[in-house]
């Protein structure tokens, strides 16, 4: 779960003609969107407190205009890390699809070998990988696809490892969590944060195994779930979670508060805002 290097896509958001999800489609109606400049100081703030705290943070290219490429803001959809292999994600939206380009330059720098790309005839989303504790956990969801999981299963099998899917609840069974990391995020050494009724079902391996720290609807509608774990014990979670972020306290983890409201206004968070290139104790 810990991660050594992080990459930061932490360029803000251009004004928009279409949305990427619910939440962004609903602020962008009321006229309530992130806002650049707030944005951006958020966005440095947030790099900052991760190098005060050991990581090094990347800060990848602006994508060109012929990208097709509009918002930057959500790095973790683009790639993920299993085991000593970095991804790159095919990508649901077309607007997102060329958003990898942005870190072309540091896949690059990557040892040879150590990277892959999923293939573009399945579907699978950074936000909807969570690895810990021996598994890599699956979100099925509005992004991620069967097909997606069936690759990732394959994937996690040559690395020992198990690949659990979390069915997620459509936007026809009344809930919107866009990814698996906006229901169940893992902090500390044996909690993890999770919104039940945003799943179809819980896998035991995260009922039996974890002490669940549940967050409510409407804090999953803020993303309180979608924090940032950055050692065994630490995670950077937004200010505003006063509740779970006291639940986190109880439970012994060390949680670093920062304000960051305006990238929620587009349906992500802190997990979602940052991108790990390696897990601990693997040489980038």
Known sequence: MATRTICILNRAPDAQPDTNNQIQAKNAAAGNGPKREESTAELHNLARTLEQNG???????????????????????????????????????????????????????????????????????????????????????????????DYISTQASTQGLTAVPVHLRSLREGADVLHLDCAFVPVGEDSALIFEDGMTDVPSEIRDRYNLIRVTADEQQDLATNVLAISPTGVVARHSATRVNREMTKRGIDVIGVQFDEAPRAGGSLRCCTLPLARLGIVT
């Open 55 to 149: 990581i090094t943070v990347y800060s990848p290219e602006a994508c060109s205009p012929d990208t097709g490429v509009v918002n930057q803001m959500y790095a973790r959809d683009i790639g993920f890390v299993i085991g000593n292999t970095f991804f790159r994600s095919s990508m649901s939206r077309p607007n997102r699809v060329n958003e990898w380009q942005s870190i072309a330059g540091i896949m690059q720098r990557m040892p040879e070998g150590r990277m892959k790309e999923v293939p573009r005839d399945v579907v699978v989303e950074g936000g909807d990988i969570v690895v810990d504790k021996g598994n890599v956990f699956v979100g099925i969801s509005q992004r991620t696809t069967r097909e997606g999981f």
